[in-house]
């Protein structure tokens, strides 16, 4: 089983500034088959990034997603009030589909 | 649009089962996959299994081998995921979710998920 591994935990930056978090596995990722989700309170995830680097629909293009192999990236480029909120990775390039432990991004 | 509607809150014996159904509304998803995801309090996403109906093949995590089925009704678009031997730390949303397709090697597997359940609590208490 592959194990994600989310850093940092917890994030805590302003608006305006840019978030990167990153995500580890424990080996490597088949044919990039990463995917980023965001979650809110009281919410469902929501699909950001899949395939690692596409963004899916109706994503603003402040989310970018990075990586191969092991190591993976997302990127907000300029945080707005409506990002911050719990990030997950999950890996889908085998039959077992796990997730990141997750970072939490709050405002400074 | 294709929505995912769950049933509701339930509340659960220790040693119980519980039936989640998952309906896809405006739409089918008999060229998708469907998976269960399920989230404790306060805690992260945790993946327990899934289910291509076309191929009527379901795929479960290891942690809820034997405990956890998932099975779907192709005529009414809906699935379903029955947990057994509940215990106190099954307390959790339990969430659908919906994923295209890719093919590898012979077999496919689920993409991304796009369409998620508004999420069914499920609390195991006596």
């Known amino acids: 089983e592959i194990v994600l591994t989310q850093s940092p935990g917890t994030l805590s930056l302003s608006p305006g500034e840019r978030a990167t978090l990153s995500c580890r596995a424990s080996?490597?990722?088949?044919?990039?088959?990463l995917a980023w989700y965001q979650q809110k309170p009281g919410q469902a995830p929501r699909l950001l990034i899949y395939g690692a680097s596409s963004r899916a629909t109706g994503i603003p293009d402040r989310f970018s997603g990075s990586g191969s192999g092991t190591d993976f990236t997302l990127t907000i480029s300029r945080l707005e009030p409506e990002d911050f909120a719990v990030y997950y990775c999950q890996q889908y390039g085998s039959s077992q589909g796990t997730f990141g432990q997750g970072t939490k991004l709050e405002i400074k | 649009q294709v929505q995912l509607v769950q049933s509701g809150a339930e509340v659960k014996k220790p040693g119980s089962s519980v039936k989640v159904s998952c309906k896809a509304s405006g739409g089918t998803f008999s060229s998708y996959a469907i998976s269960w995801v399920r989230q404790a309090p306060g805690q992260g996403l945790e993946w327990m299994g899934g289910i291509i109906p076309i191929f009527g093949t379901a795929n479960y995590a290891q942690k809820f081998q034997g405990r956890v089925t998932i099975t779907t009704d192709e005529s009414t678009s809906t699935a379903y995921m029955e947990l057994s031997s509940l215990r106190s730390e099954d307390t959790a949303v339990y969430y659908c979710?919906?994923?295209?397709?890719?093919?590898?090697?012979?077999?496919?597997?689920?993409?991304?998920?796009?369409?998620w359940g508004q999420g069914t609590m499920v609390t195991v208490s006596s």
């Open positions: 979710a919906r994923a295209g397709l890719y093919c590898s090697g012979g077999s496919c597997y689920p993409d991304a998920f796009d369409i």
């Open positions: 080996q490597s990722v088949s044919s990039s088959y």
